[in-house]
C-alpha cells in the first residue's frame, strides 16, 4: 500500500503529491518510486475533471491583501492586469487562470463553454481531494481552474468536464517546478 501517490500531466509544469487516506491512483501508467511512493502519468488532461472556481481582482479596489489582490514590494497593485498583461477589465468571461504550462491554451468546459489560459496562481494546480459533484462531495484528482467573472456561476466549486482543449503551449518535458522540488526532493532527484 502507498502512502502517497503522485502525478504528472502533459502539459503542466510539476508533479502534484497527496498524502490523503483516500487516495487512488488515477491512471494506469504509474511505477514506483520507493516503497511509499506512485508517480502517475496522466496523457491526456480531459481524463481528469476541472473544479471551477472564479475570481474578480476588481474587488481589490480599497481593499488589501484578499485572495483576489497582489501587491508588490513596493506596495504597487499587481491584479490590474492578468499574467500575460492584459487589463483585467478586458477578460471578464473570457479568461481564466490556468496551471502552468497550459499558458494560451484554450479550454472547453462543460456547462462552462470556452476560455483561454492568460493568468495563473499559486493555488491554480492538479490537487486531490473532496469536491461536489452531482449533489454530493466525492474524493476526486482534479485540475483547479479559476475563472475571471464578475460573480458566481452554479457550476462553480463543482467538478466539470473538459470537453476540449487547443493549446499552443510548449510542451515541457521532465519539468518540475522549484515549489515542488521544495516540497518534494525524490520527485527532483528522480527527474535529474
Not at 104 to 112: D, L, N, P, S
Not at 132 to 138: A, I, K, L
Not at 141 to 149: A, C, H, M, Q, S
Not at 156 to 163: A, F, G, K, R, V
Request: charged residues 20%; negative net charge; hydrophobic residues 35%.
Amino acid at each position: 500500500m502507498f502512502t502517497e501517490i503522485c502525478i504528472q500531466i502533459l502539459y503542466i509544469v510539476g508533479t502534484f503529491c497527496s498524502d490523503d487516506p483516500n487516495v487512488f491512483q488515477p491512471s494506469n501508467d504509474c511505477w514506483k518510486f520507493d516503497t511509499e511512493t506512485l508517480v502517475c502519468h496522466v496523457e491526456d488532461i480531459r481524463e481528469l475533471p476541472a473544479r471551477a472556481s472564479y475570481y474578480d481582482p476588481e474587488l481589490c479596489v480599497g481593499e488589501e491583501w484578499n485572495t483576489n489582490c497582489y501587491y508588490d514590494e513596493n506596495g504597487l497593485a499587481t491584479w490590474e492586469y492578468l499574467g500575460d498583461g492584459t487589463p483585467t477589465a478586458e477578460g471578464y468571461g473570457l479568461y481564466m487562470a490556468c496551471p502552468t504550462g497550459l499558458y494560451g491554451a484554450i479550454v472547453t468546459f462543460q456547462h462552462a463553454k470556452e476560455w483561454q489560459c492568460r493568468d495563473n496562481g499559486s493555488a491554480i494546480v492538479p490537487n486531490f481531494g473532496k469536491a461536489w459533484v452531482n449533489g454530493g462531495f466525492e474524493y476526486s484528482w482534479y485540475i483547479t481552474f479559476d475563472f475571471l467573472l464578475k460573480e458566481a456561476q452554479w457550476w462553480n466549486y463543482q467538478l466539470i468536464d473538459i470537453e476540449a482543449v487547443v493549446c499552443s503551449c510548449v510542451e515541457i518535458d521532465n519539468t518540475i517546478s522549484k515549489n515542488v522540488q521544495k516540497k518534494h526532493p525524490l520527485i527532483r532527484h528522480l527527474l535529474n
